[in-house]
Structure formats: structure tokens, C-alpha cells
């Protein structure tokens, strides 16, 4: 298998034997996935990154986390890591192209979206319909994925891939998740809109639902409810995202220490700042680091 091991990218258009051997790169991508593939998959799989995709034919069964889905092309099916994919059954002429993408990968997504008013809906959804005037635009998009995947002396393909996924999701991606929005009533978008400005600027002080519920003036409950109805996140994981992504951005692009990390980020120690990263990321300040 072919691969820059600085940028973490996999160049192999086939797939490899041991499915695993992509779920650790930074960022893999394969345009063709169809029915003769099926069976590498039979078993359940545990992803550790996030895959986005695109069936663009036919229909399959698959429990994700447990939880039954029928997908009818033309669709996004986004899979979290640590996710569990089982597939029960799939037609012939099913066909389909994914991406996947590691937490890394995601956080610099999430530092380009954020202020995206759709992307709290995109992040949490799991199968989103692709209205089908829109399918030509995103096979062609992934086409030009595979353009830059293609060449391999580009020393700059990390940060080509971030830049083309984020500007085609403003561009047009965004369009999937629009009705989902309309589902809700205005007054509940306009409280996701309104806590996510607040987690923005405060969560680095505050960190418990109840500040969030009482600037927004509604109960804990219904924030709580409201939020993981639109976006597929609780309150809470939003609020520890943006906490475990500045420590990381901070812990990667700054020379602090982890003592002033943990002070900037309002930990009362050092020793708790570490336990609860950990507990989030998987290892520890020191470790990502390094890492």
C-alpha cells in the first residue's frame, strides 16, 4: 500500500485486504464501492475515524450502533468514529463512494464550519438524503478528490483535502441538510444558533449546561432536548468539543506548557486537565503532543 507517511494519506484505489489498514489514516478516499466488495465487510466493523458515504445506486440494509436504517440512493451515510457498522443486506446494483476521515482530519473541518449554522445538523445525522439534481455535483467532487489523491508529489495534498471538502460543503454540500432544518420550528433553530455563538465565547469558563440554559433563558431539559434533536449531539459533547479541540489546537501549534493550558482552558489543576483530556482523547496532553 502506497502512502506519504507525513501526511497520513493512502494512495491505493483498491481496497486493501485488512479494512483497518484505512480506518488509521488521517484521510482515505475511494471512489467506487459496489455490490462484488460487500463481502470483505460481512462482519461487523468498529470504525476509528469518520467516514462519510455517498450511495449514488441501489438500496442496502445496516444497523449502526445497533440502531436499523434502510438506504436508498442517492444518499449520505455518515458513520462517527467508534461507531459499529453491521451490513445486513445489499442490492446488485448497489454503488457507492466514501471518505474516510480521522478526528484530526475532523477537527480542522470543524475549525473552518463551526460558524456554519448547518453544520451542527451536518455533524449529527446519519442518513441524508441527496436531492438528485444535486448528485452530478458531488460524483464530480469526489472525482476531484481523487485528482489530488492522484498526485502524490503535491506537498501541500493535507491541506488541499480540508480546503476542497469544506468550500464544496458551503458551496453545495449544505443544501442535504436544509430541510432537516425545516423539519423543527423556528424558535428551536434560533436556540442551536444562540448556544452555539455562546459555547464559542464562553466555553473555555464555562463548562455546565445550567449557565448555557439560564443566558438562553429556557430550562436545562428542553436546551438539552432541542439541541440533540437538531444537531444528533447533546448540549454537553458540544460543549466538550469545543474544549477538547482548543486543547489539542493549543497542545499542537503553541509552546505553553500543560500547566498553562490547563490555566487557559479554567482547569483548577493540572492533574484534573489531564485526566479529563484523557478521558475525551484516549491519551493524555503529554502523549498528543508527542504523538
Request: hydrophobic fraction near 40%; aromatic fraction near 14%.
Amino acid at each position: 500500500m502506497k502512502a506519504t507517511k507525513d501526511l497520513g494519506l493512502n494512495y491505493n484505489i483498491e481496497l486493501p485486504e485488512n479494512v483497518t489498514n484505512i480506518l488509521k489514516r488521517d484521510f482515505w478516499v475511494l471512489e467506487k464501492f459496489d455490490r462484488s466488495m460487500i463481502p470483505i465487510l460481512s462482519d461487523p466493523l468498529k470504525f476509528t475515524s469518520n467516514v462519510s458515504i455517498i450511495v449514488k445506486r441501489g438500496t442496502c440494509n445496516v444497523d449502526i450502533n445497533l440502531i436499523s436504517y434502510q438506504v436508498q440512493a442517492p444518499c449520505i451515510v455518515n458513520i462517527r468514529s467508534s461507531q459499529i457498522l453491521q451490513l445486513n443486506s445489499v442490492s446488485d446494483d448497489f454503488d457507492s463512494s466514501f471518505i474516510v476521515m480521522s478526528n484530526k482530519f475532523c477537527d480542522k473541518l470543524f475549525l473552518l464550519l463551526q460558524d456554519c449554522r448547518v453544520y451542527p445538523t451536518a455533524s449529527g445525522n446519519q442518513i441524508v438524503k441527496i436531492p438528485p439534481s444535486l448528485l452530478t455535483d458531488f460524483i464530480n467532487f469526489y472525482q476531484h478528490i481523487n485528482r489530488i489523491f492522484e498526485d502524490t508529489n503535491n506537498p501541500y495534498a493535507y491541506q488541499a483535502m480540508v480546503l476542497a471538502i469544506s468550500s464544496f460543503f458551503l458551496e453545495t454540500g449544505y443544501k442535504c441538510y436544509m430541510y432537516l432544518m425545516e423539519d423543527y420550528p423556528y424558535g428551536n433553530r434560533r436556540i442551536v444558533d444562540k448556544f452555539m455563538i455562546l459555547v464559542q465565547q464562553n466555553f473555555k469558563n464555562e463548562r455546565f449546561l445550567e449557565f448555557y440554559a439560564n443566558q438562553l433563558q429556557i430550562t436545562p431539559k428542553h436546551l438539552s432536548r432541542t439541541i440533540k434533536a437538531l444537531t444528533g449531539f447533546t448540549a454537553v459533547e458540544w460543549i466538550e468539543r469545543f474544549v477538547v479541540l482548543e486543547a489539542k489546537v493549543l497542545l499542537k501549534s503553541t509552546n505553553l506548557n500543560i500547566q498553562q493550558i490547563a490555566d487557559e482552558l479554567n482547569f483548577h489543576s493540572q492533574s484534573f486537565f489531564g485526566k479529563y483530556f484523557k478521558k475525551k482523547v484516549g491519551m493524555s496532553p503529554k502523549e498528543f503532543r508527542n504523538f
